[in-house]
């Protein structure tokens, strides 16, 4: 298990020690409910959630009344989509969104469309990226919300927010962009103000899992009944106690992340280069959304002649790597997005995502492109229509 090397910081990342030293005192000593407030252990939690908003907002250049803290992004997605077509559905039902937005949106999606909601899916060109032409086509004075992600999960592929909030504005559209896989990787510069609504999520940036975040833009406009109700806590946004260890660690995070973006884009980017060149000599791979605005951390490669599951299988032994999206790890489908993208399906199946984390060294790469290698020709030994050549072999 130690000696495998992690490769898949966006399925999830480990917590910081710093995060986790920061949350320690309030599953002990400081474990007061927030919102006790005639007791100094209800004070000292309220003081450390007032704290940790302030960090977030800051970081961000937002106001600490526009975060409203959740459990994950699957639950800030729910909240946003459902919480918004309830409250409009007398007025209009129109959403539209993206064939390869992460499942969280397009499930419930669907499940609005039985309830009367009118979906529109946008495509893909062969690199992950809508048409901006479609977007002004599908939209109209019945377009509710426009639900599109700023960064892939699996292809790292940036989608054109700035246009689509300009569309989305001339239509007085709200848009929801899920940020999830953005935060911390990329400058966010200046994204809040292009959107009405974000999601975050704790685990992708080094914080701590089962915490989440949404943003949302006018706050005072916003009377929609709650997804999780009871307390009224979180200005009846979002019922229950507070989870204070979950969000000083996210503030933690976030506050020592958001620092050194830079220097961690910097590093991941050299590295995701670096395997991305070896990896391209390996005869038939192919490296999805190549060329375009990217997370610079993430790196899709597809092979022909290569079955994807015996891959995974044989390489998982060395290195963890994912062929879509963790959530789907266990489905056999090939991954919605490359299939979105166009790419056939035995492609697909035939597709690794790597995604580099702050933790990652030279030497963990050279290490991975060798299994990568040997586990390609391992595989493509077994397939009668592969035609033996030299693979490339990396020094360690
Ligand atoms: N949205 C994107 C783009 C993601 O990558 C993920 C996680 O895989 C999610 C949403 C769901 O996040 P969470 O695990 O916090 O529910």
Request: net charge positive; glycine share 6%.
């Amino acid at each position: 298990m130690r000696n495998t090397i992690y490769l898949d910081y966006n399925a999830t990342t480990p917590c910081d020690p710093e995060v986790v030293d920061a949350m320690l005192p309030y599953f002990r000593d400081n474990f007061g409910n927030a919102s006790s407030q005639s007791h100094s252990y209800g004070w000292l939690a309220s003081d450390a959630l007032e704290k940790s908003s302030f960090v977030i907002a800051n970081a961000l250049n937002v106001s600490p009344n526009q975060i409203i803290y959740t459990s994950g992004a699957t639950e800030s997605i729910n909240t946003i989509l459902k919480g918004v077509f309830n409250h409009k559905l007398n007025k209009k039902n129109h959403i539209i969104t993206v064939e390869t937005e992460h499942k969280a949106v397009l499930d419930v999606c669907q499940n609005l469309e039985k309830k009367g909601a009118r979906i529109t899916y946008l495509k893909v060109d062969k690199n992950g990226i809508i048409s901006l032409d479609e977007l002004k086509k599908k939209i109209n004075s019945n377009t509710l919300m426009v639900a599109i992600m700023f960064a892939n999960n699996e292809t790292g592929v940036l989608q054109p927010i700035e246009s689509i909030s300009e569309i989305c504005k001339k239509h007085s559209s709200l848009f929801f962009s899920d940020a999830t896989q953005a935060l911390g990787k990329i400058s966010l510069g200046s994204f809040f103000s292009l959107v009405d609504f974000a999601c975050f999520s704790s685990h992708k940036i080094y914080g701590p899992k089962g915490m989440g975040m949404i943003f949302i833009k006018k706050t005072d406009e916003i009377n929609w009944e709650s997804f999780v109700q009871g307390g009224g806590q979180q200005r009846k946004l979002r019922g229950g106690t507070y989870n204070i260890p979950g969000i000083v660690g996210f503030s933690k995070a976030i506050e020592l992340n958001l620092n050194q973006i830079e220097k961690f884009a910097n590093k991941t980017e050299k590295l995701r280069n670096y395997m991305e060149e070896l990896l391209l000599k390996i005869e038939g791979a192919k490296v999805n959304s190549r060329g375009f605005d990217r997370l610079p951390n993430t790196l899709n490669v597809s092979f022909s002649h290569v079955d994807g599951e015996q891959l995974l299988n044989v390489l998982g032994q060395h290195i963890a790597v994912s062929n879509g999206s963790a959530c789907n790890s266990a489905s056999i489908n090939p991954s919605h997005v490359l299939s979105a993208m166009g790419i056939e399906s035995s492609r697909a199946l035939a597709s690794m995502r790597i995604s580099l984390g702050k933790h990652n060294t030279l030497n963990d790469t050279k290490k991975a492109v060798n299994h990568i290698v040997k586990s390609v020709e391992k595989v493509r030994n077994n397939n009668i229509l592969w035609k033996k050549n030299n693979p490339i072999i990396v020094r360690e």
